[in-house]
T-cell receptor, first 113, second 115 residues
């Protein structure tokens, strides 16, 4: 089955700096890669996703890049703000068959004011 | 309405109790999910219902019994749980399963403590 690894497990940045979280996946058939943000005590919320036919996607301060050859994808947050502090989970999924979402282990991002 | 609503938000139960978790969505989604999340860990899939039929059971112990009365409702019946079952139980929905649109919408979860 699919194995998703996520790094780093914790990340602290100064407000205004950029943050990058990286994930690798093992199954080359995976073709959908969402990112979830989970604030303390709250639900995971989808913040951005990318499909394997696209190399990069951007939404305001958030961007995701995908390298299919290397089987890794990354979340980039620019101009970080204290409200970006949360746990971020990457995930991978295959669109055919039992397309379960395989989650990474999470990254706790702290933005220091 | 883009909400997945879960009740109760918190639940404390003994090992001999029977309780139920409830989940509701009115987005017209035909797939609903139960996930279990331990502290500082990613969500783990338990069950998937598609068109009110159980599609996936990730080898979950029988003390957890899901039920999908209709396309908007999903229940999780709990009986004879163990302390290690204490966790955040998340419900989620998506338009279909399997699907080319995997956008999962999560509920806020039920924080369950088993004493």
């Amino acid at each position: 089955g699919e194995n998703v690894e996520q790094h780093p497990s914790t990340l602290s940045v100064q407000e205004g700096d950029s943050a990058v979280i990286k994930c690798t996946y093992s199954d080359s058939a995976s073709n959908y890669f969402p990112w979830y943000k989970q604030e303390l005590g709250k639900r995971p919320q989808l913040i951005i996703d990318i499909r394997s036919n696209v190399g990069e996607k951007k939404d305001q301060r958030i961007a995701v890049t995908l390298n299919k050859t290397a089987k890794h994808f990354s979340l980039h947050i620019t101009e970080t703000q204290p409200e970006d502090s949360a746990v971020y989970f990457c995930a991978a999924s295959i669109e055919t068959g039992a397309n379960n979402l395989f989650f990474g282990t999470g990254t706790r991002l702290t933005v220091i004011p | 309405d883009t909400e997945v609503t879960q009740t109760p938000k918190h639940l404390v139960m003994g090992m001999t109790n029977k309780k139920s978790l409830k989940c509701e969505q009115h987005m017209g989604h035909r797939a609903m999910y139960w996930y279990k999340q331990k502290a500082k860990k990613p969500p783990e899939l338990m069950f998937v219902y598609s068109y009110e039929k159980l599609s996936i059971n990730e080898s979950v112990p029988s003390r957890f019994s899901p039920e999908c009365p209709n396309s908007s409702l999903l229940n999780l019946h709990l009986h004879a749980l163990q302390p290690e079952d204490s966790a955040l139980y998340l419900c989620a929905s998506s338009p279909q399963f399997p699907s080319t649109n995997e956008k999962l919408f999560f509920g806020s979860g039920t924080q369950l403590s088993v004493l």
